[in-house]
């Protein structure tokens, strides 16, 4: 009897041992896939984000005060705390513009002064370690964009264990500007966009810990206007140690698109446009009263029309970039070929029918700029002498602002050790083959970002969705571990000058090979090409 009731008690304390083994495991399965806290602390205040879609979405913090009166052309400076906590359920305005008709990314704020915001998209369930982070800049000629646009939802890569962060930054005569009074001031001037994108760079090393995110594992990103900033921000030695790895999607290198204004000292200066400007307002002297009534006009005023499309033409708008030794040094190429330039990993490349054109009125002519090479030239563009004009200009083009400058950049960066990774984009989405040449501009925005549905809708096939997935996939294995070699997929070998190959990112996927470009963008060099505009 005793026996048999010590078996019985024995039976039972071991089950209530397993069911507590059981439950602790549970309970540890529990905690490790706990939902991540909807409140945080930043330094300026606590801010809560909204759950969804297994991602918590913070939009709308500020990093900085609004630019606005007395700091309209001024570095960014720390915004007012608050007290209680901030609802973050949706974005600030994007910063003011005059949006491009016809632009894709659109923006789904009304723009205005006050726009120094930042968003983050972290995971919803909390992984007990901190995430890499990854930092979105922009393009848009840096007089357009902003980071509403669905197109730029940070969710995907959420899902993906990344914390990403998108901020904006002023554009167009807010961004870039010079006057002989703001010099007085003994202030930074000319590239107050890069002093915005140093000073959100600064907050998320301040402040990423607390929304889960490594600030000791930071990439940052961007295309167009944006891939340039990371090339400005990779020369720049007041953004070293802010971010540890670099993306450069279609960022030129060769120079910004129009000439590179130096600062100051003569009539192409940037204070020489800058009092150009203020005369376009009706204001007169150089001092402090002229920048005060500059600053004193309506937003709307100053904005004066810059877009994507009149940029070029409006009188007074310095055009982007300013050389200012401090910020912006002048065309990229130069500066790495110089030993400029954090030595950290770097993903470089272009599209196959990138942002480009030339300006010649006949085949003809445009051979013609190739001098002797001008047979070579023809052979290379037009080996079928059916190609019309505007794809010749196009190629030729894209070969000269976009695709040459990336590679010389990756010559340059791989040749001093640092570990490169060169890409083309030369997907089309389905539902535009035959109607493209290649991959425009931009049109690897909504792959990288796995956004193809907000994009294409309906007309998004099941070889988009998987070409979105691969591609983010290896940013994201990129910004882990600075190697993009995603399981799984093609191996994808560090830039070797020698050889020159890259991943392509063809209909049919990703393709580690020769630089399919390799002769045209020899010839591009070789003959000395200049860029309309320089």
Same mark, same amino acid.
């Given at each position: ?11 039972? $304390? ?8 059981? @439950? !602790? ?36 913090? +500020? ?14 400076? +720390? ?76 969710? #995907? ?16 005569? !807010? ?17 107050? $966009?890069?002093?915005?994108?140093? $000073? ?8 990423? @810990? ?10 940052? !990103? ?41 600062? #100051?000292?003569?009539?192409? #200066? ?37 877009? &994507? ?19 912006? !040094? ?31 009125? #006949? ?17 290379? =563009? ?7 004009? %505007? ?12 695709? *040459? +400058? /990336? ?11 640092? +570990? ?18 290649? /991959?425009?501009? $931009? ?5 990288? =970002? ?36 995603? /399981?799984? *997929? ?12 890259? &991943? ?14 390799? %002769? ?15």
């Amino acid at each position: 009897m005793w026996g048999g009731a010590g078996i019985r008690q024995g039976g039972a $304390a071991a089950r209530r041992a397993g069911a507590m083994a059981v @439950a !602790f495991a549970l309970a540890c399965v529990a905690a490790h896939a706990a939902i991540a806290p909807l409140t945080v602390r930043t330094q300026y205040g606590r801010v809560r984000g909204a759950l969804g879609h297994g991602v918590i979405a913070f939009k709308g913090i +500020p990093y900085a005060a609004p630019p606005q009166g007395a700091l309209r052309w001024a570095a960014p400076q +720390p915004p007012r705390s608050w007290r209680g906590v901030r609802a973050t359920d949706a974005f600030g305005p994007d910063c003011m513009q005059r949006p491009t008709p016809g632009d894709q990314t659109t923006l789904r704020t009304h723009p205005s002064e006050n726009c120094l915001y930042v968003n983050v998209w972290r995971p919803a369930h909390s992984s007990g370690k901190p995430l890499p982070v990854m930092v979105w800049i922009y393009g848009g000629w840096y007089v357009d964009g902003g980071t509403s646009p669905a197109l730029y939802s940070g969710a #995907s890569f959420a899902r993906r264990g990344v914390v990403l962060v998108s901020f904006n930054y002023r554009l167009g005569n !807010f961004g870039f500007f010079a006057f002989p009074a703001l010099l007085h001031e003994h202030q930074p001037a000319g590239d107050f $966009a890069f002093m915005d994108q140093i $000073a959100a760079l600064r907050w998320v090393q301040r402040n990423i @810990a607390a929304f889960g995110g490594n600030p000791h594992n930071v990439t940052v !990103f961007g295309e167009s206007a944006g891939g340039g900033s990371v090339n400005a921000l990779l020369i720049t030695p007041l953004a070293r140690g802010l971010f540890q790895k670099a993306i450069i999607e279609s960022g030129g290198g060769a120079g910004w698109l129009g000439p590179d204004r130096p600062l #100051s000292g003569g009539a192409q #200066s940037a204070e020489a446009s800058g009092v150009l400007l203020a005369h376009q307002f009706g204001v007169r002297g150089r001092g402090a009263k002229a920048l005060a009534a500059l600053r004193a006009l309506p937003a709307k005023e100053v904005l004066d029309g810059v877009n &994507m499309r009149t940029r070029s033409h409006v009188v007074g708008y310095v055009g982007g970039p300013v050389v200012d030794d401090r910020l912006y !040094f002048g065309p990229p190429v130069r500066q790495y070929a110089k030993g400029m330039g954090a030595r950290i990993p770097v993903m470089i490349g272009t599209n196959s029918a990138d942002l480009g054109w030339m300006h010649a009125k #006949s085949l003809k002519a445009l051979f013609a700029e190739f001098g002797p090479y001008a047979a070579r030239a023809r052979a290379l =563009f037009d080996p079928t002498g059916r190609a019309s004009l %505007q794809r010749v200009s196009a190629e030729v083009g894209g070969d000269l602002w976009m695709i *040459e +400058p /990336a590679r010389a950049i990756a010559r340059i960066l791989s040749a001093r050790g640092q +570990p490169v990774y060169a890409y083309r984009y030369s997907y089309v989405p389905t539902s535009e083959r035959g109607k493209w040449w290649g /991959a425009w501009h $931009a049109s690897e925005i909504a792959f990288v =970002f796995d956004t193809v549905r907000v994009q294409y809708g309906a007309r998004t096939s099941r070889a988009d969705e998987n070409m979105a997935r691969t591609m983010q996939r290896y940013w994201v294995a990129f910004a882990r571990t600075g190697h993009p070699d995603p /399981a799984g *997929e093609p191996r994808w070998p560090r830039y070797r000058a020698r050889a020159d190959r890259l &991943m392509n990112f063809t209909d049919h996927g990703p393709v580690f090979e020769p630089d399919p470009y390799r %002769q045209r963008l020899a010839l591009v060099l070789r003959a000395g090409l200049q860029r309309p505009g320089t």
